[in-house]
């Protein structure tokens, strides 16, 4: 059959216009834009914002300017009425923000508009709601104050897809706040403010009588506005000049603040962008960027802003020439703002400063302070450690509790450490390879407490305490020989893996090291959980919080790229269906599904489909055992009695899917490594809520909350002794805080 040739129909008005609207109105934060503008035309000296449920419920926007007059409300939301425009020869040299009468009439055909509004002339105030563009009855006198309030309600109530896809409230939210502190930073003769509706503070509060500077300090904070060099520079020939404030070379962020304003109107150019950033290259550390605010006023009739629905963009003549001329000018007055540099200082906020250079002249145990030593040790020098001690957890639980003191008497002689500069965390493992060895297929044993035989060794009902007389007999051991032959988890080798991308990775994480923090969690004595998520131990004299959460998931993630290929198996007592995995993991929100991502039950299907042609080298690789139905059968067994848990199995089966990197071989284990590592964490969410346990679980909450507090304690922290290497950035971000240290407490005490 020939091919039938389509009709042209003239599309619908409505449909028309809702096309365009969706052009011009993207995002709340464009309406906003829309309406700031208009109150700035109509010479407002104050703008209020009020938002709800990041202006997808409610936009209002009020100001004093010169409000609409009451024969113009019924055609105030049609398109192509503008009191700006008359003919298209204006638009040459057009100075105001708004010319093609597009903004309400945009906003009234996605969403439900109602003006209130009074001329300076009115005696009262009119208000007139709007739908489609066309006003619902005529406008009704009521009270109100000078200027115009727009509401605008249910945006995109009636574009399905764009409402589902602006679903984060905050984000929007937050990008409001980002237009409107624009807009207030270039307009400082302006008050405006912004606040979510039932707030009664401002997130964002101008004064008509403050500065640009102030507007920036109050909006960026002090750490830009100090920093600040106003810049200025005008050129005849090329029509322009440009003012505004720079940082100078002390401040930089990762990511460039930039606001440019053209003619007054905020927009964006990437090559203006490039050129500035361009001249701090030379001044700021790498991947570090400047605050910029400029503002260009170029003759309006080399401007041509009809170029983009949003106006976000402008074409201007000479535009190569008067970026250039602008360079050249910031140039020259960061080269004068750099002969000297400002650095401050602040006092000490708690840290994991744990370098070992203090003095300090005591040692772990008593005999410190006996006659023989020379040097007197004072009180206030002396570290208090003895793993006899009673740990925390004794003034929190009943002393007859037999879990409690169990645990307990397996630690009692832990002491000494693993070798002194330990390079890998791996390194400083075995104590008597023939006797683990003879251990290795016991993997499976069930994990209760337990104590040491007589002889020293480990007899094999004793699954815990596997490697704890190594700790004693570690000191005088050769260590480079053990860590060849056995895994973290006391399991033989089966082969030595020389992948260039394991070794890479391998290399990363020694280069990341931190020796001191390493030294403190070699010598560290186990205060006690605070909660599952945060524990406290001491180190010299010094008390630290540390996150279990964060230094298990880095254990873990370091163990699999060590003993990569060479893990024992953690059989599962039946097998668990990948589809039902996925299903579990897909109900959880935290999975952020949505309905736009298809059926549940299809995704679920691929997951399984997906996963089972990955079972060759998961199983070979990493242990993960998946059999041909496609139940998983088998986990890692990454360290010696110790079971992820298994809660957290739903999620991490979905993001084994959806979170790693299956192209690259090096990103592939890698991030492979750190969504198992994440799953076999210890994380609060998984860990059953001792405080409120209810009466069915009031028997079993003393065992089951000591079972993870024991774990905790006699498998992890004992295992980051020796295998952990911990990464320099764990000393900023927060996962391990100094909290007390003996020295300050002394002062504090004399001072009572």
Known sequence: TALMAGVIRRLDEAVVNRIAAGEVIQRPANAIKEMIENCLDAKSTSIQVVVKEGG??????????????????????????????????????????????????????VAHVTVTTKTADAKCAYRATYSDGKIKAPPKP??????TQITVEDLFYNVNTRRKALKNPNEEYAKILEVVSRYAIHNSGISFSVKKQGDTVSDVRTLSNASTVDNIRSIFGNAVSRELIEVGCEDANLAFKMKGYITNANYSVKKCIFLLFINHRLVESAALRKAIETVYAAYLPKSTHPFLYLSLEITPQNVDVNVHPTKHEVHFLHEDSILERVQQHVESKLLGSNSSRMYFTQTLLPGADCSSNEVVK??????????????????????????REQKLDAFLQPVNNPLSTGPAEVTTEVNAGPPEGAVRPQDAEMADVSDLVEMADAQEATVMPGGLSESGHLSSDTVPSRKRPREDVDIEMEKDDTRKDMTAACTPRRRIINLTSVLTLQEEISNLAHANLQEMLRDHSFVGCVSPQWALAQYQTKLYLLSTTKLSEELFY??????????????????????????????????????EDGPKEGLAEYIVEFLKKKTEMLKDYFSLEIDEEGNLIGLPLLIDNYVPPLEGLPMFILRLATEVNWDEEKECFESLSRELAMFYSIRKQYIIDEANPTNSQNEDSDSGSTTWKWTVEHVLYKAFRTHLLPPKHFTEDGNILQIANLPDLYKVFERC
């Open 56 to 109: 997808l419920k409610l936009i209002q926007v009020q100001d004093n300017g010169c409000g609409i007059r009451k024969e113009d409300l019924d055609i105030v939301c049609e398109r192509f009425t503008t009191s700006k425009l008359q003919k298209f020869e204006d638009l040459a040299s057009i100075s105001t923000y708004g010319f093609r009468g597009e903004a309400l009439a945009s906003i009234s055909h």
């Open 142 to 147: 009521c009270a109100g104050n000078q200027g």
């Open 362 to 387: 005591a040692s772990a145990n008593s005999s410190a302070v006996t006659k023989g030593t020379s040097d007197k040790v004072y009180a206030h020098q002396m570290v208090r450690t003895d793993s």
């Open 558 to 595: 370091q163990i699999l790229i060590y003993d990569f290929a060479n893990f024992g198996v953690l059989r599962l007592s039946e097998p668990a269906p990948l589809y039902e995995l996925s299903m579990l993991a897909l109900e959880d929100p935290e999975s952020g599904w949505t309905e």
